[in-house]
């Protein structure tokens, strides 16, 4: 509840900054602190950003909902034990079992400890901690939870799917076709992201944060690139930021119509995803034209981007929004119209408000069941500071609802488009410093915030005074959305799983990393 | 709804013309189909594809295949929804070490002749994910690979140019 203790009161009272953390502080706290963080988190309105772990200590992140405060809070773990957070913050869970998994670090009383990445095939235990072990003994199949009742029957799907699919392994429990309960084992994809940004030079690092979720790679570019110079206390050139903005709606209008045309194919209807996927394909060559790369990988990276406009490019963004304008709208009148369709998408895949809010679920999830919530607003970010557009906010919480909230979404990145491209920077474009330019001697820690199609990125990044990566983590924003998935698809059918799962579109590759 | 039907139909196709098949490709293909295979599979190709660990960049330009403007199926080649159906198995990702069991026993359950494409970058050669302690490397190091289109990721051309090569090998007399 509001009007608790605020954030930062707690915080000073319990833990004591740290030095070189940008722009939002850090505390460390001691285990009596972390306790008292925890009493203090049971009733009140602070989000869980992240939670992270290292060798020695354990990490997170919170923001104050009602005041927008960010803070990090850390407790040194020398025996590898912190006490849990999931019982006060479910969206903790799986993040405290991945630390286990990576870092071998225990959350005390945690609701559950089962691992997570670690499905036994690495060939080592704890690979990030201090003393890597080796995989043995064999800990045998990984338990689902139990489900126990009278005509329950189980369905197995995954991690191979049908169709052109990331892999990841759902169990079904229905009771004819209504699902009971559907419990997700993710992990498949795990490619070590984090152990490889270690001790790599940030460039290096840079490129391996576009390829934590390649649908997202301009927002997670786009994350490190900011941490990194939060970190360093960089400036960006002015025309670098604005073209980032440009880069990152290009990808947000890409994958929302990508992805409305692909709810409309799971609910039997293919011509809309005939339609838009053209339309998505008209977007994928214009930014090629203007970036040199269809999904603009590696083109946001720490210090500014690494391609300007061309000449021509001002013009073709504003002919793509012009006919994007005209050919949008009429799918969208079909969409509303078709009694098929919304038979399908109205009321299915229901989350509630409550939900988001204790899971801190960002993005279309979020918006679409009331959690009015955009970091491009909120801390917000240059240029958006200096930009009109509206976050599209919807409360009923359903398939539908979430479709909507991504059509509003692209209308206004439309006119985001035009709004940058009319007033692009000229000069000073970032190109004179490709890569970060480094004082000796000067590290740092920095965290930044980055609105994403999907949601809200957290990355969180710590330098030595060589611009070497000791530690970075990227936390996507499906963290907090696919355990909602689990709900949403309870009490519906079956075959409405591939609509609730098209309408959320979580990433694999990004929280599996 | 009507009126945008009728555009769809009297506008004429969208689809592009397709790339030639790729000299490269062609030339990593011949003589590794025998003879029996031709016979099987004359002028069409079923694909399931496996992420074998992408960053689903890869997957992003795969789907764009079957969009109108590539639109795979005028050749012959669609997208299978299990490797049983499938003559190829398109395979992107460095091997996430979580997904080499998986990527086995899919290859397994795919009847012969079948043939391996590996596509992308990562599944080419690790790429960046080469080395760590999660993913095994190149897809070859699993399984033996027939066809390798790199990329990061490749464009639905590129991808296109390589399976027409696959096509034309295995139908050529
Ligand atoms: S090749 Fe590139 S796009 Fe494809 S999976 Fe690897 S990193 Fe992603």
Redesign the interface.
Known sequence: MYGEEPLFGLLNRIGTPVEGHRPWPRYRLGRDGWLRLIEGLAGNGWSLLGLWGEPKAVHAAFREDFSGDVAVVSLDCPQGRFPSLSAVRPAANRLERAAHDLYGLVAERTTDPRPWLDHDAWGVRRPLSEQPAAPVPNPGPYTFLPVEGEGLHQIPVGPVHAGIIEPGHFRFTANGETVVRLEERLGYVHRGVEGLMQGRPVAEAARLAARISGDATVAHSLAFARAVEAALGIEVPARAVWLRALMAELERIANHLGDIGAICNDAAFAFMLAQTSQLRERVLRTADACFGHRLMMDRVIPGGVATDLPERGAGLLLELVAELRKRFPPLVAIYDGKASLQDRTVTTGFVSAELVTRFGAGGHVGRASGRDQDARRSPGYAPYDELTFEVPVLTEGDVNARVWVRIREVEQSLSLIEQIVARLPAISRGLDHPSVPLEAGRGGEGMALVESFRGEILTWVRLDGEGVVTRCHPRDPSWFQWPLLEAAIGGNIVADFPLCNKSFNCSYAGHDL | ?LK??LT?LTGGP?TEAAPAPADQALAELAGKLDKAAKARLGRSLSIR????????????????L????YDLERFGIR?V???RHADVLLVT??V???????LVR?WDATPGPKWLVACGDCAVSG???AG????VGPVEEVLPVDLRIPG??P?PTDLLAGLLALLETSAAR
């Open positions: 709804m945008h039907i769809s969208v594809e496996v992420d074998a660990g992408s960053c689903n960049g890869c997957e992003l330009e795969i789907h764009a079957n969009n109108p403007i997208f929804a299990s490797p990702g460095p996430a070490r979580n997904m080499r069991e998986a899919t790429g960046l994910f760590g302690y999660a993913c990061c990721p464009r």
